[in-house]
Structure formats: C-alpha cells, structure tokens
C-alpha cells in the first residue's frame, strides 16, 4: 500500500512558478510510474505528466515547456516546476503511483493551485 502526501499549492500569480512535491511511502518507489494529474471545477481529471523509474517523461501538450516532472527514488519524492502559469492551470493537482506489476493506481488527497491576479 502507497501513501502519497502532496505538498506546494497555492495561489500565484499569473505568469509565476510554483513547485509541487509529493512524499510516497510505503512500497518500493522504483517499481511506480509516478504522475500528476489535474481537475478543474467541472472537468475531468487529466494527466498533467508522468515519469518512470527510467525513461521518457511525457507532459500534456498544454502544459509542454513550461512544467517539469522529476523525482529523486533515494529520498521517495516526485516534483512538478511548473512555470509561467496561467489561469487555466487552476485545479487540484493530484501525485498519482502507478505498479508496474498490478498497474494499480495510488492517488494523494490534492492540492489547490490557483493562478488569479
């Protein structure tokens, strides 16, 4: 079983960074793909990037060059610079685990980012 704890939300201006972390414990982190997801009031939650132990990151293509996922096995944790934000970067944002055995999915409880002047 996998806990992840999310950290780093706010509110922040437009065109400002934030950086998101999240903290897993309990099972191997290597063996997740780790994610972040994101929900926006009345819309689906969708995949903002994703990073395997190794290999290719992926980012949806509205957050592509500006947002960076990395994550550090020996300290449990995945990050999420995300740059030049706009308004509809505003959501709850979501640290997601993935097994690379089961395929299950492990979700952390949100946070808020809101970008507003």
């Known amino acids: 079983q996998v806990q992840l704890v999310e950290s780093g939300g706010g509110l922040v201006q437009p065109g400002g960074s934030l950086r998101l972390s999240c903290a897993a414990s309990?099972?191997?982190?290597?063996?997740?793909?780790m994610g972040w997801y994101r929900q926006a009031p009345g819309k689906q939650r969708e995949l903002v990037a994703r990073?395997?132990?190794?290999?290719?990151?992926t980012y949806a293509d509205s957050v592509k060059g500006r947002f960076t996922i990395s994550r550090d096995n020996a300290k449990n944790m995945v990050y999420l610079q995300m740059n030049s934000l706009t308004p509809e970067d505003t959501a709850v944002y979501y640290c997601?685990?993935?097994?690379?055995?089961?395929?299950?999915?492990?979700w952390g409880q949100g946070t808020q980012v809101t970008v507003s002047s």
């Open positions: 990073i395997p132990s190794g290999g290719t990151t």
């Open positions: 309990g099972g191997i982190f290597s063996a997740y793909i």
């Open positions: 997601n685990a993935r097994s690379t055995w089961t395929q299950h999915d492990y």
